[in-house]
């Protein structure tokens, strides 16, 4: 497993942290802002001026049952907002805070402004060159009647000399919906439900498994109409909560939009990533998060904006307008004062510390004084539960955070003394490492250690929603709600990726690829349940960067095709017609007509 985690985080490095390029900066980064900037002004600023047309056309009163498509307008949004509202809201903001400080919330907010013209331009590409195959009478559901996205665009739009850069998207677009879209939502959800209740995360994992795979056998249709009841429910109770402890702590709400400011530029507050000004490392944390949660740029959401019912690309494309303004500017941010107005991002919190846990590593203060990642030490030697470090050696940090103090119990009564054994051989198994331990004294191995911690991810957010609401006596309904939200936004997110990466499959293999396709899908969600949540987001990232590079190529290079589309779109105002259409039909409806 080290060696495996040892090439996740060198092919992890190269694809976000260049050191050419000045240590946390990568050209990923560079590449998705740059492309925002470009799109923007070459389509005038379009998700500004067309935002207001966008929720118009979102509402269905421009809807025709009768044009070409598997969804409506508003389920083709729903499909793809409960892949983007997903655990990027709940554990991917906590990240981005944790790592990169309050700060880094600034560049999740300009990675979303950027990307709603980014979002526009992939998905009205996906709509042009879609491929609408209108199935005979012995199709199943689970087929689909549409494909489109950039595998799509990139072979029609640019041409067949393209075609090899279409299928790597297309592979890598599948590799990565079984780990960001899927896995990693199972993680997240194990890992909460673990902390929660102790549950194990391979129950977890089976039944979030099984809930998934009884919705995307149906298709997009399917998935299309769960997704529409879901995703509203679930915005509605993360939302309202949200919402309610900001009110709550509304005394702080400035203070908390002054650090975010402030420390966007001039990084002080970080606790795992920051330290003396590290500038780059919180923007790259914001963008990379900002990415993980929005999906702009990706080339995810087109493929879902592709089913939609419509014969007008554009008229699609300021549907998606809303996806990072519903899903970075308005929820994320939420997310976030939650975490900052409580007060939770910076403070230790009581922790169970599992030495079998992928949460725990080993850090030291590098040149700059921030606390980089290190070898394990063979022990660390603990007197009354104070770690004794010789010199500048290796830390034992929670999170990437060092812990202070070890406790053998949960009240935190009982100080530990003994030794931290990294690589311990236990003589009861024939294992030469059986992992970390904790010896006492006497020479009994403990397993469990508990003390303060620095918190991250999920667990972070549902302690900054306990105690908000724990100041009106909820607390117990602060854990739940983000619970709930979890576990409804990760099976809705599964779901919803599951549909992106069968349309990769059937680019690639036909239809006769879609079921196994599916099959592995559902595989993988328990192993995402099962992996140390480290090495699974670090993965997802790999993934994540290496399917953009080629949607980014192609956004640019038909830039000029959108452009032209957009302008014929709103000169000819194609949505009076089908307003009146629209109106008919319902009062055809109404007379018993139809």
């Known amino acids: 497993m080290n060696f495996l985690e040892r090439i996740i985080n060198t092919l992890e490095h190269y694809v976000w942290s260049w050191p050419e390029i000045g240590g946390e900066l990568s050209f990923i980064v560079i590449a998705l802002l740059g492309t925002g900037v470009f799109l923007t002004f070459r389509l005038g600023f379009i998700q500004f ?38 655990i990027g809201n709940i554990a991917g903001v906590a990240i981005a805070i944790h790592w990169g400080g309050p700060g880094a919330l600034f560049w999740m907010w300009v990675t979303a402004l950027l990307g709603m013209a980014v979002k526009y331009t992939e998905v009205t590409l996906a709509q042009h060159y879609r491929v609408v195959e209108f199935p005979d009478k012995d199709a199943k559901a689970w087929e689909g009647s549409v494909s489109g996205g950039p595998m799509y665009y990139i072979e029609k739009g640019l041409g067949k000399k393209w075609k090899p850069l279409a ?12 780990l960001t879209g899927n896995a990693i939502q199972a993680n997240t959800v194990a890992d909460l439900v673990n902390t929660e209740f102790g549950l194990p995360v391979w129950i977890t994992g089976l039944v979030t498994a ?8 149906g298709g997009i249709g399917r998935i299309g109409k769960v997704t529409a009841v879901l ?24 203070a908390a939009f002054a650090l975010i400011f402030t420390e966007a530029f001039n990084p002080t507050a970080g606790v795992a990533g920051t330290g003396a000004g590290v500038f780059l490392l919180t923007m790259m944390w914001g963008v990379r998060r900002g990415l993980f949660s929005n999906e702009a740029g990706q080339g995810s959401a087109p493929i879902a904006h592709a089913a939609a019912k419509t014969d007008e690309p554009v008229s699609e494309g300021v549907v998606a307008l809303l996806e990072p303004f519903i899903d970075t500017i308005v929820i994320c ?6 975490i900052l107005t409580t007060g939770v991002w910076n403070q230790p919190i009581p922790t169970t510390m599992d030495l079998g846990s992928g949460d725990i590593n080993y850090v030291a203060p590098d040149e700059r004084g921030v606390f980089a990642g290190g070898d394990a030490p063979a022990e660390i030697r603990v007197e009354n539960g104070v770690p004794v470090y010789v010199g500048s050696g290796n830390r034992f940090a929670w999170h ?35 992992g970390v331990v904790a010896l006492d004294e006497a020479g009994n191995a403990h397993t469990m250690l508990y003390g303060d911690a620095i918190e991250t991810s999920a667990p972070l957010t549902s302690a900054a929603f306990s105690k908000g609401l724990g100041k009106i006596g909820l607390g117990g309904l602060g854990n739940f709600i983000v619970l709930i939200s979890v576990l409804l936004f990760a099976i809705s997110t599964s779901i919803s990726w599951s549909y992106y990466g069968d349309r990769c499959a059937n680019y690639l293999f036909g239809k006769k690829g879609i079921l196994p396709y599916k099959a592995v899908f559902v ?31 192609a956004l640019v290079l038909l830039s000029g095709v959108v452009a032209k589309l957009t302008k014929s779109y709103f000169e000819r105002k194609p949505w009076i017609e089908n307003a009146e259409v629209h109106r008919r039909l319902k ?8």
């Open 587 to 594: 009062e055809e409806k109404r007379s018993g007509k139809v």
């Open 210 to 217: 099984g809930l998934v795979a009884l919705v995307i056998i």
């Open 333 to 338: 941010s939420m997310t976030g004062l939650v």
């Open 400 to 434: 990437d955070v060092e812990v202070e103090s070890f406790y053998l119990d949960e009240g935190q009564t009982q100080p530990f003394t003994g030794r931290i054994v990294t690589n311990y051989d236990d003589p009861s198994t024939s294992d030469e490492e059986s």
């Open 167 to 178: 299928v790597f998207f297309a592979g890598a677009l599948m590799i990565t919906s079984f």
């Open 49 to 86: 001026r067309r935002l207001g047309h966008g929720i118009g056309v979102t509402s269905g009163k421009y809807d025709d049952p009768n044009e070409p498509g598997d969804v409506s307008h508003f389920q083709a949004l729903t499909t793809a907002l409960s892949a983007t509202v997903g």
């Open 523 to 553: 595989l993988m969600h328990f192993v995402g349940a099962i992996t140390s949540l480290t090495a699974i987001w670090v993965l997802g990232d790999v993934a994540l960067g290496l399917v953009t590079f080629p949607n980014l190529i």
């Open 231 to 254: 995703a509203p429910i679930m915005a509605v109770i993360y939302v309202t909560g949200a919402l309610v402890i900001i009110v709550i702590h509304y005394a702080e709400v400035p």
